[in-house]
Nanobody, 129 residues
Framework: QVRLVESGGGSVQAGGSLRLSCVASGFSAGYRFNSYCMGWYRQSPGKGREVVATIHTTGQYTYYNDLVKGRFTASSDNAKNTLFLQMNGLKPEDTATYYC??????????????????WGQGTQVTVSS
């Protein structure tokens, strides 16, 4: 069973930066970290869950929600089975619980299939004005 553990959330003022990490473990013998598509999602109170960024762990494909494009950067360290989300220029509307997700069943761009994949417990990001 794949396990995802996020960290790095916190409270910052608008314009500040945070770096989220997601450490993955529990892979079966045939499917390692680089066999998975990875994604960051977020959810704030009263709103539905929305995708923030997705990444193919080869680094070949990365997708960003237009709301974060140019401010957030997703990356992975395959040797450490870790996914990152560097968040710069944070805005109050970025306040949410951020979740890491993984799936083996996606399209070639790694933008689909997370609903039936693995999820972390979330880490809270709060941005004050």
């Amino acid at each position: 069973q794949v396990r995802l553990v996020e960290s790095g959330g916190g409270s910052v003022q608008a314009g500040g930066s945070l770096r989220l990490s997601c450490v993955a473990s529990g892979f079966s013998a045939g499917y390692r970290f680089n066999s998975y598509c990875m994604g960051w999602y977020r959810q704030s109170p009263g709103k539905g869950r929305e995708v923030v960024a997705t990444i193919h762990t080869t680094g070949q494909y990365t997708y960003y929600n237009d709301l974060v494009k140019g401010r957030f950067t997703a990356s992975s360290d395959n040797a450490k089975n870790t996914l990152f989300l560097q968040m710069n220029g944070l805005k109050p509307e970025d306040t949410a619980t951020y979740y890491c997700a993984a799936t083996r069943f996606s399209n070639v761009y790694c933008t689909t299939g997370y609903e039936s994949g693995y999820w972390g417990q979330g880490t809270q990001v709060t941005v004050s004005s």
